[in-house]
């Protein structure tokens, strides 16, 4: 195990290593078949075995009822951006959207392309999305088809502590792409959850969505087939070949995430994990938290550091000591640890070790700037 | 070795070992990085060379020329289907077509569904595309946007031999899915190239596209962002976050073909095992082929047997044997080996030693019937 680092990368993120030693013998011979897991035919009994398994443990962790469709589809969270207002925009409805970073924009840019009336119901975009909206910050349009919103905001580091109140009967559509299954969800709330797996899920390339039976029926039969939800609903996600390690990848990680306990657990230790770092950014003169506090994210930690100087000696002296992926993104600047489900507690203590060195080491320097 | 079988599946199918064995190691710790293939940001080096590798060795196995753009996509080729008219077939004009199977009417139908004119420039369907249209039975309309076809069949286990004559001008639209890279290509002949992973290539999830620049930029602006061809072409793919272990292992497959010696060294392989095939069904009283002669494919060696209930006898036992996938698709019935490039020449001799043996047993059963 020496020879794998810490990895905080944003996404594609860490997997949890035991999903990594399934992936291995499963890629040579799954299920005692004799064949990888990538050479099974979608088509045959193996595979069907592992599809169903996946849906199945899926809808156990969350307790999804009986009434929403589990579906693995491609293209990513970004391809979602333009299926759900074609699926379910009508030409002469308004979709409200809360923009909450760079994510809900492109969401919002491409339904715009399709000629969709999008209402922005709540923005924190002239702060640079440095916190989550108030409640009596939103403001929704009077009947709209659905409330949009990005749960957690991997670039700028916030996260909704929990779902905002919509109008009565307005299905909550919601990209949860980077804190899926970190932590229970009320998916009675919502009427679309999507997700890209490359965060907390599996490897990229497989979308995870949960939506509602109603919704499903939503979309117009004119729209391609494979842009329609139905032709995934109908055909158990097997209308065409889908992407099969992917699916096994979910999977294990779904036994997994299972194993630790199921949601509860997942989030308490997402919770300590998340408490361990900002605990100690809260007490630094060195390190600075770079968002509203109750709004930070217990996925991706954003913080400074006194100098842009600064700053970058501590990533390169990090990714030397084994700590990778410590960069922020360009447009929030500083350093970002993502500590997803499979981020083991170890990672963060390693991390605040090395801060609080890289700390004794630098006040001198930074009191001098 | 010996726990893994002969797998002759139509696809995903069967993948060079060697390939699978760095996949493993890659799913711990690619290149030496400490982090797994999955576990690396798609923005990062490690994952910079990969798939800057991957497309460098794409261009040199078929000599891409630089006029064109190598892309990796998700959504199967089914997608394709959908993009290829959105991108490059405006309202005034006509696509033709070349019905060889049910993917080309697969096809045929997103385009219809978009509101594209199609001309079907030639169909096999009345004799259960048990053939290539032969030259003379092909008629273009006056001046298509595109000729889409087919290049492979497999379910029929027809392909064309090489590309038809095309009105001067006209590019060449072709699914390569289940034959590409498995014979030389010349690539100038071609407008788009397009071929789902799953056959030839790598892993099921990921679409390799090889298109004429002139192309890319045909589409309209006004396509949601991930369907335009320009999207991927300007970014290397990495719009948004792409199926990195997918493209991982189809640059590791384009590294085992140059191994093997290039693609001619490919077809050569391929067609040795093929003839393996076809020359014992033609020598049998037992078994038979069924399509035409000069139609048959290399990749999907598609059979009878003298009555159903011999067939299903021929598959059970053959599967008992570790000779697995070779039930024909429900449309065709009887028998389908798939020997892609990955598949080894002993897997087509055991099955051929089978299939004498099979025979002699059942011989006079099928005498008697």
């Known amino acids: 195990m020496t020879d794998r680092i810490h990895n905080f990368s944003a996404g594609p993120a860490v997997l949890p290593e035991p999903v990594l030693r399934k992936a291995q013998e499963a890629t040579w011979n799954v299920a005692g078949s004799g064949i990888g897991i990538m050479e099974h035919s979608h088509r045959g009994k193996v595979f069907d075995r592992i599809i169903d398994e996946a849906v199945a ?27 759900i207002p074609m ?36 923005s924190s975009e002239a702060t640079n999305f440095d916190r989550i909206p108030a409640t009596d910050e939103i403001a929704y349009s009077p009947s709209p088809a659905y409330v949009h919103l990005t749960t957690n905001n991997t670039i700028y580091g916030t996260q909704w502590r929990s779902e905002p109140a919509v109008p009565a009967g307005v299905p909550i559509v919601a990209d949860t792409s980077s804190d899926m299954y970190s932590r229970p969800i009320d998916v009675r709330k919502y009427g679309v959850i999507y997700a890209g797996a490359q965060k907390n899920l599996g490897p990229s390339g497989v979308v995870l969505v949960i939506i509602r039976n109603d919704l499903v029926e939503a979309g117009p039969k004119t729209l391609p087939t ?46 300590a994990k998340a408490k361990l770092l900002y605990d100690f950014i809260d007490s630094s003169e060195f390190f600075r938290g770079t968002v509203q506090q109750d709004s930070r994210s217990l996925m991706n930690v954003t913080f400074r550091g006194p100098t842009e100087e600064l700053e970058n000696m501590f990533i390169a002296e990090a990714t030397k000591r084994g700590l990778d ?6 447009s929030a600047g500083g350093m970002r640890a993502s500590i997803y489900n499979a981020c083991p507690r170890a990672a963060v203590e390693a991390l605040v070790k090395f801060m609080k060195e890289f700390e004794q080491a630098h006040r001198a320097a930074a009191a001098r700037s």
Chains 1, 2 share one sequence.
Not at 242 to 261: D, H, N, S
Not at 325 to 330: A, I, M, V, Y
């Open 325 to 330: 992926g410590l960069k922020g993104h360009r």
């Open 87 to 122: 699926n379910l925009l009508p030409a002469d409805r308004t979709a409200d959207y809360l923009l909450t970073g760079v994510w809900a924009q492109k969401a919002v840019k491409e339904a715009k392309i399709l000629g969709g009336k999008v209402h922005i119901a709540a």
């Open 226 to 271: 494979l842009l329609q939800y139905r032709t995934f609903a109908a055909d158990k996600s097997l209308y065409n070949t889908p992407p099969t390690l992917g699916i096994y990848l979910m999977g294990e990680v779904f036994k997994w995430i299972a194993a630790q306990g199921g949601l509860a657990a997942m989030a308490e230790h997402n919770a």
């Open 57 to 83: 443990n899926c809808r156990t962790l969350a307790g999804i009822p009986d009434d929403y469709s589990v579906l693995f589809l491609q293209g990513g969270a970004s391809l979602q951006f333009s299926m």
